[in-house]
């Protein structure tokens, strides 16, 4: 018996429609960074299990001298993605040592999965809810431009992971090398750099880090409006007063509390 929530997977894995969508994430990948190398299909072998890893995509960049790689998951189920096949995935990245990966998922994620992800830190969980994609099963159905459009929406720009992974994620200016570690503050994602201590909040609407003061926020992509709750420079509380335009709202509220 388990309590794991996860789904059961399609059980052909080598059907037209499951192999062309890895391929159609992978070349939308490609294509968001043409100078990095993007590979289809590749096995690794475990550093610490000595087996040879299944990867459905590996992308891999220098920047600086320094190499980068991130490795790609599609994940095409019945019902939404499990708590377990997040762990499977943290598990097989630190196997292969590699410190971030993408998943995409046809059916979407549970909340416990989604919070699995997003407190991965090391290695680093982006997740890519492909939910939208209920017709891919028969693509058919499905016209080659409102394809592509869905696929270009859930983009993950590999670039920006390749300068997040060697010169850090904050936001701040002259800033190059901090990382914000978050963590939950009334169902918001809030943390500060760990170099330079600027506040930050990962954005609900659409998940983007944004930099903000200690009394109010914008998200620097939707838009969306928050406000701390500090005093004497201790963080308090948090709330959000406005979402962005493509926001109904509903995105559920962050809880670490367990």
Request: proline share 3%; with cysteine.
């Amino acid at each position: 018996m388990t309590t794991d929530e996860d789904a059961s997977v399609v059980e052909d894995k080598t059907t037209p429609a499951w192999r062309q969508f890895e391929l159609d994430v992978v070349t939308t990948i490609a294509n968001l960074d043409p100078a990095a190398e993007v590979v289809h299909d590749e096995n690794v072998k475990g550093h610490y299990s000595g087996t040879m890893r299944q990867l459905d995509a590996v992308a891999r960049k220098s920047l600086a001298g320094a190499p980068v790689e991130v490795v790609i998951e599609c994940k095409q189920y019945k019902r939404k993605l499990g708590i377990g096949k997040i762990d499977e995935f943290v598990g097989k990245l630190i196997d292969i040592g590699c410190a971030h990966g993408i998943l995409y998922a046809t059916s979407g994620v549970t909340e416990p999965a989604r919070l699995r992800a997003h407190g991965s830190i090391n290695p680093r969980i982006t997740l890519r809810d492909m939910s939208d994609l209920h017709l891919y099963a028969d693509p058919s159905q499905m016209p080659v431009d409102v394809l592509e459009r869905i696929l270009d929406d859930h983009a993950v720009d590999f670039s920006d992971l390749v300068e997040e992974a060697v010169l850090g994620n904050c936001q701040a200016e002259n800033c190059w090398y901090g990382d914000v570690h978050l963590g939950s503050v009334d169902g918001i994602l809030v943390g500060q750099c760990d170099s330079c201590g600027q506040l930050h909040v990962k954005c609900g609407c659409c998940d983007e880090l944004s930099e903000m003061d200690w009394s109010s926020g914008v998200c620097f992509v939707c838009g969306a409006e928050y406000h701390v709750i500090s005093y004497q420079g201790d963080l308090d509380g948090m709330e959000q007063i406005s979402h962005g335009p493509d926001c109904n709202g509903e995105h559920p509220a962050i809880d670490t509390a367990s």
